[in-house]
């Protein structure tokens, strides 16, 4: 259960002062030996309590599913403390339940310690039964004692009815899973026994017929000289079904019900065998742990032995299976001479279906898979010969995690890759530590009509079973130094569905990340970090040793964390020198140096990860340099559409940009020979400019000229600047109007267009009246030029509407 978190518990970091330069010198030279060679620098070995970052959960169980609870109905697990929660949720008054739960913790880790310890015995009963009374203990001042003693007395009959079926994480885990599992095979045992039930009745009854039918021939034979009666002509006619029974069809049949029957005895006494090495059962003692099989311990190659087993075994199966398809077709009256003789005749092993292969007695070879290795022949041959065979391979994290022994070491490497190259095998590999991923892969392999291997890391026999033990197993996974991985073979998948890496944790990454809270100098800070191989290899004692314990105040810029040596995030790390994050029994953070012959030990594990994310499709190095390469392909050609587009933009900006200021100088020009802006001195005299035709055919351009006219028309100071007469020339229709009635002041240009070349020439009334009938409204008759003209007040207004 986890406890509250206590901030003093978090692994800190050391406040150190710098080492003296001559000193520090002198360590850089002997780390670097240290690395390359090995050879230890200090006496600073580390042992136990130190830990590594990972699995350093000080204050706190290991968030763990067990003891687990299985149930045989629907095959799936629950946590049994999920269960007694419950349980106690149900039973139980508030008062009590806040009692109980609080007692649970504890009393909980004892049974579970119990069960571990109990060296497999199939029943905890007495367990559960110390487990009530130690929850009895602990509980007192309870106000109605009756009716707490009643509740916990239903609280032990519930939990008895799990009592065989409860699981503790221990090196026996394993077999009781295959245990619990092979108990619930039986059912396929049940249902093969009524097959042949069914089909030794139906050739009974034909076999029956046809005895009566003889009986009642002979004694036809004897009514030769009496009458035959009514009745006796019926039962002459009942048993047509074996009346024409031939001397081979009845042999046939006498050998079928013989055999199947044989077949029946056999399968009442038990349906599993099971082969042990003798070295496996002396270190695990499970030669009596399992019910419901016969166990064969040999001291010789186990797989031998199932091999000769098997051939014998499958050899028994097909006659049965064969004997089993004639006796339905003869009970059916299907059976046709002409083509079933030959048919049966050829029947062999390769006629089995996968329906077939089901109620084949289940053979499981259970050993260490260095051992296996070793000696492989029988093991491939099983393999190849498409054995039903289940091969559990084991392998003891203490033993594996043996950095000097590397063949023991990466044996479980080898058999798996034998068992991937056969293509035909199902695979499972993983640890004892996920109950739920255990369940899955026994449930799946148990049914399999192919081979099965399990490869699977389990605790050391000789441990004591505490928190350490599952951390090492689930480090050992999760640090992809034991993969967990599942090849599945059925006929109706595509290859690239028969491998499955998702049970790992961060499946599509190299190595793990996992975060941590750290008491830093400037407080607490949330890292995160990579899990590698050596993390695992530290675990182990022995390993730990050959780790060099970094002083605090060392600074030394070669230190490079192990992940980013092992991938590489810069060019070279040939100088650096890796380290990893270990805890010591303080708390305290503290760099451990590997030395080089971890690294390649790690790059291997690393290879084998990156060698399964290939096959399994998760990673793809030459469908990735594709992608590239077609990205590539597509970003060149978009950047030459780019600079294209970049190029006909800047083009077509360049041309509007000289429209635009054309335009602008057009109607600046315009604009001071039409005389509209008040020029100082204007003279009027600019007719050897031409006028300028505007192309408005731009819906935009004439947009924004029409605003632009609209600003310049609503400006008031053009209106006041602007006293005198002026004509907007370019809109004089030279109809000659003005210029008739008024020649000293209008005169044409050299367009024919009228302008204003003395506005002083005539009276303000003639100017507003050529103004009124101008018929294009293009005089402009700005303010009178004369004060003293009469009726100017009347002329002003009527020019206002034109100026
Ligand atoms: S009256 Fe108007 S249109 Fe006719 S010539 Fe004079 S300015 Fe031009």
Redesign the pocket.
């Known amino acids: 259960m986890t406890t509250m978190r206590n901030d003093d518990l978090l692994p800190k970091v050391e406040k150190s002062s710098p080492i003296k330069e001559n000193v520090q010198r002198k360590y850089d030279k002997l780390l670097r030996h240290h690395f390359l060679y090995g050879s230890k620098i200090s006496d600073n070995t580390p042992k136990n309590p130190f830990q590594v970052l990972p699995t350093f959960e000080t204050g706190k169980s290991i968030d763990s599913q067990y003891p687990i609870v299985y149930d045989p109905e629907s095959l799936n697990i629950q946590s049994l403390k999920s269960v007694i929660l419950k349980m106690i949720n149900k039973i139980f008054n508030k008062e009590e339940k806040a009692t109980l739960i609080q007692a649970l913790h504890p009393v909980f880790e004892q049974f579970h310690k119990r069960i571990i310890s109990q060296n497999m015995a199939w029943d905890c009963k007495s367990q559960i039964t110390e487990l009530i009374s130690g929850l009895r203990d602990k509980v007192d001042l309870i106000k109605n004692q009756d009716n707490f003693d009643k509740n916990c007395n239903q609280l032990y009959l519930q939990l008895s009815n799990y009592s065989k079926y409860i699981i503790g994480f221990s090196s026996h885990t394993l077999f009781q899973f295959i245990n619990l599992k092979l108990i619930q095979r039986k059912q396929r045992n049940i249902e093969f026994l009524e097959m042949l039930n069914e089909h030794i009745s139906g050739l009974a009854e034909l076999l029956l017929l046809h005895d009566k039918r003889r009986d009642t021939t002979d004694k036809q034979m004897d009514f030769a000289s009496n009458l035959i009666s009514f009745d006796q002509i019926s039962e002459i006619e009942l048993p047509a079904v074996s009346s024409g029974l031939s001397d081979s069809r009845l042999n046939r049949l006498k050998k079928c019900l013989n055999l199947l029957q044989k077949a029946k005895e056999r399968c009442l006494k038990d349906s599993t065998t099971i082969f042990i090495s003798e070295e496996l059962n002396k270190e695990y003692s499970i030669e009596k742990k399992f019910c419901n099989a016969v166990i064969e311990v040999d001291s010789e190659e186990v797989c031998k032995k199932a091999r000769q087993a098997y051939k014998i075994e499958i050899s028994k199966f097909v006659k049965i299976i064969k004997a089993l398809r004639i006796a339905k077709l003869e009970i059916n009256q299907q059976y046709n001479d002409n083509y079933h003789d030959i048919y049966f005749e050829k029947f062999d092993l390769p006629y089995l279906g996968e329906e077939d292969s089901q109620y084949f007695r289940t053979l499981i070879i259970l050993e260490k898979s260095q051992n296996l290795v070793t000696k492989p022949n029988d093991l491939l041959a099983l393999l190849s010969d498409d054995a039903i065979v289940k091969v559990l391979s084991i392998n003891n994290v203490r033993e594996i995690s043996a950095f000097e022994n590397k063949q023991r070491s990466e044996a479980f490497q080898d058999i798996v890759s034998m068992a991937l190259f056969q293509r035909n095998t199902n695979i499972y590999q993983g640890g004892t530590e996920d109950a739920q991923w255990l369940n899955e892969a026994f449930t799946k392999g148990l049914e399999a009509s192919k081979p099965v291997l399990w490869n699977i890391i389990t605790c050391d026999p000789e441990s004591n079973y505490t928190n350490r033990d599952f951390s090492t197993v689930k480090t050992a996974v999760d640090s992809r130094f034991f993969p967990r991985f599942i090849y599945q073979v059925t006929s109706t998948q595509s290859f690239g569905e028969r491998f499955n890496l998702e049970h790992n944790l961060q499946p599509s990454a190299s190595l793990p990340s996992y975060q941590k809270d750290i008491i830093s100098l400037s407080g607490i800070t949330r890292k995160e970090y990579k899990l590698t191989m050596a993390d695992f290899f530290a675990m182990n004692e022995k390993n730990l040793q050959m780790l060099e314990i970094l002083p605090s105040g060392y600074t030394n810029a070669e230190l490079l964390v192990l992940d980013e040596y092992l991938l590489p995030k810069i060019d070279d790390v040939s100088k650096k020198i890796p380290f990893i994050w270990l805890i010591d029994e303080r708390q305290i953070l503290k760099r451990a140096c590997v030395p080089m012959s971890w690294i390649s030990r790690c790059r291997t594990s690393l290879d084998f990860w990156e060698f399964l994310l290939e096959l399994s499709g998760m990673s793809h190095h030459n469908l990735t340099l594709e992608i590239e390469k077609l990205k590539s392909a597509w970003d060149a050609q978009k950047k030459v559409e780019m600079e294209t587009l970049n190029q006909e933009l800047k083009l077509r900006f360049e041309i509007r940009r000289r429209d635009d200021l054309e335009y602008g100088i057009k109607r600046i020009l315009n604009a001071l020979v039409d005389g509209r802006y008040a020029i100082p001195n204007k003279t009027n005299h600019i007719e050897s400019i031409p006028e300028i035709k505007v192309d408005r055919s731009n819906p935009a351009e004439q947009g924004n000229s029409e605003i632009e006219t609209e600003e310049i028309k609503s400006e008031p100071v053009l209106e006041s600047i602007n006293p005198e007469a002026w ?1 907007e020339s370019n ?9 008739d ?1 008024l020649p000293t002041v ?1 005169k ?1 240009n050299s367009n024919k ?2 302008f204003v070349h003395n506005p002083k020439g005539g009276p303000y009334s003639k100017i507003v009246a ?1 103004a009124e ?4 409204a ?2 402009h008759p700005g303010l009178p030029q004369d004060s003293k003209e009469r009726g100017l007040e009347k002329l002003r207004k009527r020019a206002e509407k034109f100026n």
Not at 773 to 776: F, N, S, T, W
């Open positions: 004509v809109e004089c229709t030279s109809c000659n109007d003005c210029i009635a209008f044409y267009q009228a050529a009938k101008c018929p294009a293009c005089i």
